[in-house]
């Protein structure tokens, strides 16, 4: 069935550092991959995205890489600070029939910048 | 910036009592969605819902589990007899639909069956 795995479950850099976590997915027929930002006690933050017709995608400190062959996808965070402390998923998106759609989430990795 | 509300942030209920979840979606989105993320967990689809009707369930999504959109602004969640195994975060979600796919997350509304 659908299922993303995401590595690693726990990261733990210095500021200043970089941060990369992986994923990759099952649904060959997933077409955009989402990557959401947890803080504690709050909802999913939509960070970066990107659509499986691009490889890679920049904003700022932060940028996403897609190998579709591989069904790989990755979040790199340059310059790390503190306030990136968060837990991390990514998801991919299974496009239905009729314009609907849901995400598949991954299990979350844990950062920690410390100072 | 719009965003998603949800209410209320934390409901405690007993085994057996029904509950229902409140949300009001970004107000031109046309999709709407509950997750659900136990403690520790990842977060799971439940039910997407677009022109007043469900559109996909997942298999946590049984019979005791509904949703409705009420009027133009609310989205809700039902759980006719909750169990304990319901505790967990509730997220809605919304997204426009309109050739784009992003899914804006609320707050969430913690629920803890006693």
């Known amino acids: 069935g659908e299922n993303v795995e995401q590595h690693p479950s726990t990261l733990s850099v210095q500021e200043g550092d970089s941060a990369v976590i992986k994923c990759t997915y099952s649904?060959?027929?997933?077409?955009?991959f989402p990557w959401y930002k947890q803080e504690l006690g709050k909802g999913p933050q939509l960070i970066i995205d990107?659509?499986?017709?691009?490889g890679e995608k920049k904003d700022q400190r932060i940028a996403v890489t897609l190998n579709k062959t591989a069904k790989h996808f990755s979040l790199h965070i340059t310059e790390t600070q503190p306030e990136d402390s968060a837990v991390y998923f990514c998801?991919?998106?299974?496009?239905?029939?009729?314009?609907?759609?849901?995400?598949?989430f991954g299990a979350g990795t844990r950062l920690a910048v410390h100072p | 910036e719009p965003e998603v509300t949800q209410t209320p942030s934390h409901q405690v209920t007993q085994m057996g009592q029904e509950v229902i979840l409140r949300c009001v979606p970004i107000?031109?989105?046309?999709?709407f969605y509950w997750y659900r993320q136990i403690l520790g967990q990842k977060v799971e689809f439940l039910v997407s819902?677009?022109?007043?009707?469900?559109?996909?369930k997942s298999e946590i999504f049984d019979d005791q589990f509904s949703v409705e959109r009420p009027d133009g602004s609310n989205f809700t969640l039902k759980i006719r007899s909750t169990k304990l195994e319901d505790s967990a975060m509730y997220f809605c979600?919304?997204?426009?639909?309109?050739?784009?796919?992003?899914?804006?997350f609320g707050p969430g509304t913690r629920l803890t069956v006693t």
């Open positions: 979600a919304s997204s426009d639909g309109r050739g784009t796919y992003e899914q804006y």
């Open positions: 649904d060959s027929a997933s077409n955009y």
């Open positions: 990107i659509r499986s017709n691009v």
């Open positions: 998801a991919a998106l299974r496009l239905l029939s009729g314009g609907y759609n849901k995400l598949i």
């Open positions: 107000s031109n989105h046309l999709y």
């Open positions: 819902f677009y022109n007043n009707e469900i559109s996909e």
